[in-house]
């Protein structure tokens, strides 16, 4: 049986304005030595929590920081592609099917939700860390300027992940809290 899976105009909107944002925060940076910090990290584990969908979030983060790169950094925009595309799509997955169901969602359905989020950032960070150091060292620089980066590209990470679980968290709560009052489960 061959079922269709149709994307609604909500996510599509979605997935547009976060990959705008990643391409926007992609020309924001602090110069660091080795480079810069960038804080498209941040629009990207955002924009995969709330997709929720791993085709997109790809798309969003990946398609999104290529084109960033593309205007502002052209020499890392394939490693970019990959990198923050499997990053998001990662995030995305972690956050809409990690413990959707069993005894941690029934009994604390906020703090499932909250574990499966921190899940997805820290192995999204982790994606993103080890492919932009292995695309630095061998694809457009050098391995010394790789492992100066490493620790930015570690700082970076982080931020991107702590922002996302802060911006993310009233949303859940505020619709964990509208169901409630619904009578929705």
Do not use: W
């Amino acid at each position: 049986m061959n079922q269709k899976k149709t994307i609604s105009v909500q996510k599509m909107t979605l997935t547009a304005v976060f990959m705008a944002m990643t391409i926007a925060l992609s020309t924001f940076s602090i110069t660091v030595p080795g480079g810069h910090l960038y804080f498209c990290d941040a629009a990207i584990c955002t924009g995969a929590i709330l997709l929720g969908d791993p085709v997109l979030a790809f798309i969003m983060g990946g398609l999104g920081s290529f084109l960033g790169d593309l205007l502002f950094n052209p020499p890392s925009m394939f490693v970019s592609l990959f990198t923050h595309g499997i990053q998001a799509a990662v995030i995305a997955l972690c956050a809409s099917r990690l413990f959707k169901t069993g005894s941690l969602h029934e009994k604390h359905p906020l703090g499932a939700e909250f574990t499966a989020r921190l899940i997805g950032v820290l192995l999204g960070a982790i994606i993103m860390v080890v492919g932009y150091t292995f695309g630095r060292a061998f694809i457009y620089s050098t391995r010394e300027a790789a492992i100066l980066k490493l620790p930015f590209e570690i700082v970076q990470a982080a931020f991107g992940a702590v922002v996302s679980l802060a911006l993310c968290a009233p949303a859940s709560s505020i619709s964990h809290a509208f169901r409630k009052y619904a009578g929705q489960h």
